[in-house]
């Protein structure tokens, strides 16, 4: 991992008009990430600023190939072999991007936790629960015994029967929705600032799926942990989140109150999200797929990213990248937000 500069978080400030915060669970500020060098170089990221405050629950929404995994990784300081970063990212009171390999194990086991789509490919299969449920603990000095306690305890809170018995037994042995239990549970056993859950529901059955946002939401209060929700599903973001960052091609390119994003986007994307997706909140008259698809950082047009897919899109959006600016309650990279949201 190199990092080339990095900005002084405290001067930066946030999109939402904070100054960024020592104490917020999670602050990423002005994150960009290339890969390769010279003319091969591949850029990922553009200048990504995300904030998650104490306790908060902040959606990070896009299609695939937006950057919402890469954003996610570089929280815990987990880039791409041969990443340049430059920005700033912090978790709790750790400069991650300036961390040593020490201080980013330490930071992984016990200070912020990272829960995947599939469930099987976080456990070691041959290891039993317990051991899995037990390691950050003890890791953190936890001995033994008030450890398995402590696992046994998570085991109860997040669902699982018989968790005396549960600590004995395999992944295999148990199904899809109660393995991803068995993860939040350990997420949660070090009583971590930070959690980020990378689309955390998609591999599980839409039964499963809502048991497992409801007990991540309340585990979550519980814990007072901060969360990143990352998500392609906007209706589901918004549902659970207090605060949602809309992401295309490598950039952040609006943030706002979940309830206005639903009630008033400001971006063309965002709009086209929505009506690209089945609401969760009532009735719509149309699903309208979005034209064109999704590009990566590398391979999108100069100026707005989305001008090539963007039904609004004029000369003015292709000289530079706009800025972001307050709209209604939302910050949005985008020269007329005002004809998506009059
Ligand atoms: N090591 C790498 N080298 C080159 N390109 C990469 C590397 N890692 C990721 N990318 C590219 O960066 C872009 C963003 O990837 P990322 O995994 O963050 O997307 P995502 O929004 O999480 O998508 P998905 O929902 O499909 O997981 C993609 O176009 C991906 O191909």
Request: charged share 25%; aromatic share 2%; glycine share 10%.
């Amino acid at each position: 991992m190199k990092v080339l500069a990095k900005k002084t978080l405290a001067r930066k400030g946030t999109p939402d008009g904070r100054a960024e915060d020592r104490r917020d669970a999670l602050g990423i500020s002005g994150l960009s990430l290339a890969v390769g060098t010279g003319e091969r170089a591949i850029p990922l990221l553009a200048d990504v600023t995300v904030r998650v405050g104490r306790g908060e629950t902040v959606g990070l929404v896009g299609e695939s190939g937006s950057g919402k995994s890469l954003t996610a990784r570089a929280a815990l300081g987990m880039l791409p072999r041969g990443a340049r970063a430059t920005g700033g990212v912090t978790v709790a009171d750790v400069d991650v991007l300036a961390a040593g390999r020490r201080q980013l194990r330490d930071l992984r086991r016990t200070r912020a936790s990272m829960i995947f789509q599939d469930p099987r490919a976080s456990i070691n299969p041959v290891r039993r629960i317990g051991d899995y449920l037990t390691e950050g603990l003890r890791a953190r000095g936890v001995p033994a015994r008030a450890a398995a306690e402590r696992a046994r305890d998570l085991l109860d809170q997040v669902g699982i029967r018989d968790p005396k018995g549960a600590m004995r037994r395999f992944p295999h042995e148990f199904s899809g929705g109660m393995l991803q239990r068995v993860v939040i549970a350990g997420a949660l056993s070090t009583e971590p600032e930070l959690l980020l859950a990378d689309e955390p529901t998609t591999a599980l059955d839409v039964t499963t799926q809502a048991e497992v946002v409801g007990l991540l939401k309340d585990m979550q209060r519980v814990h007072g942990t901060g969360m990143l929700f990352v998500t392609h599903d906007l209706d589901l973001a918004a549902a659970i989140c207090d605060r949602v960052y809309v992401m295309y091609a490598g950039r952040i390119v609006e943030e706002a109150a979940s309830a206005s994003l639903f009630a008033a986007p400001a971006h063309p994307y965002t709009r086209a999200l929505l009506e690209a997706s089945p609401s969760v909140h009532g009735e719509k008259a149309e699903i309208k797929a979005i034209t064109g698809r999704p590009r990566a950082l590398a391979e999108s047009p100069s100026g707005c990213s989305f001008r090539d897919r963007c039904p609004l899109a004029g000369d003015e959006c292709a000289g530079t990248v706009p800025a972001h600016r307050p709209h209604g309650t939302s910050l949005v990279a985008c020269v007329r937000p005002e004809q998506v949201t009059p």
